[in-house]
């Protein structure tokens, strides 16, 4: 029984060769019939491909055109000057238009008891 399963087992690897040399041969016929839908598939992706980048370089050129600001290379740069530009140009800090009047804090008589003990 073990000496017939290498037999069919060879048996079989003989007809899918014989298969697959058959379909082989078949398939330059079916190529040309399909190569020319796949041209014509090929060109519309290129048209669309170039359209795409034709927008991306004008974007790019939008971009290039438009100015840029300068960003420091180092970190210790970028602190000092925003330690420098804030104390070139200070904050006010409140409002000083307006005077309001101090309002007292009233304690109960809870609270008092409480600080007396």
């Known amino acids: 029984m073990i000496e017939l399963l290498p037999t069919l087992l060879l048996l079989c690897l003989l007809i899918s060769a014989v298969f697959l ?6 398939m330059p ?8 839908e796949i041209t014509d598939e090929l060109k519309d992706i290129t048209s669309i ?28 740069e970028s602190i000092l000057n925003g330690i420098i530009s804030s104390v070139m140009t200070p904050k006010p800090h409140g409002e000083t238009t307006q005077d309001r ?8 008589q809870d609270e008092t008891q409480d600080e007396s003990n």
């Open 29 to 36: 016929k079916g190529i040309g019939s399909k190569s020319v």
């Open 101 to 108: 009047p101090i309002q007292e804090i009233l304690t109960t």
């Open 49 to 76: 491909l170039d359209d795409i980048a034709d927008l991306f370089n004008d974007a790019l050129n939008a971009v290039a055109n438009s100015p840029i600001a300068q960003t420091s290379n180092s970190p210790m």
């Open 21 to 26: 040399i058959r379909l082989l041969l078949e």
